[in-house]
């Protein structure tokens, strides 16, 4: 079986400039090369669908990838701790290079007449993954004292409080009579 990411480009290649489109819909992580993530962390199900739209530009030395790419993902409300769903949506654009230089971070390798889009659209998708994700703007969390979920009920808890502020507490203020006392 072939991989959709595994893109034929010779004719691009030795074409300069030709474009092509491509667009797909493919499992995330078929090969399961990722391993899964700690379970408070976003995260792609291998077997998520992965679309795919890319337009393919060929250059002297390289070729040029850019398009859109969507995935569904996966986590834990940062307030609350529900199970949170989103999908991701990443604009790319990207070099695939011949003669890509050693430490070259910025590119992807061209080695031969097929171009394999699987380390971009990972890299793309994993790198876009909301990092904290709500399970909705105003989701109002847990309560630190009595656990309870606020976005379903109330509580009466109030922080103890904090006996390096206490002196303030007994602090009042008078009426201000509007003269000034500066020394």
Do not use: K
Not at 6 to 32: M, S
Not at 46 to 70: I, N
Not at 131 to 160: K, T
């Amino acid at each position: 079986m072939t991989s959709p990411y595994l893109v034929p480009v010779a004719h691009l290649v030795r074409q300069a400039p030709t474009v092509i489109n491509v667009a797909f819909e493919a499992p995330f992580d078929e090969a399961h090369e990722f391993a899964p993530r700690g379970p408070a962390e976003t995260d792609v199900y291998p077997e998520a669908t992965v679309v795919v739209a890319l337009r393919l530009e060929s250059f002297s030395g390289g070729v040029r990838a850019t398009g859109v790419l969507e995935a569904p993902w996966h986590g834990i409300c940062r307030r609350c701790s529900l199970a949170v769903e989103g999908v991701v949506r990443v604009n790319v654009d990207e070099r695939y290079l011949h003669d890509r230089v050693a430490g070259d971070e910025e590119s992807y390798p061209l080695e031969s007449d097929v171009l394999d889009l699987a380390p971009l659209v990972h890299d793309a998708i994993l790198l876009d993954l909301p990092l904290a994700p709500l399970c909705r703007p105003d989701c109002a969390g847990l309560c630190p004292f009595c656990g309870i979920d606020r976005n379903e009920a109330s509580c009466d808890c109030a922080p103890a409080p904090d006996a390096r502020w206490a002196m303030l507490d007994e602090l009042r203020f008078g009426e201000h009579s509007g003269e000034s006392h500066e020394v």
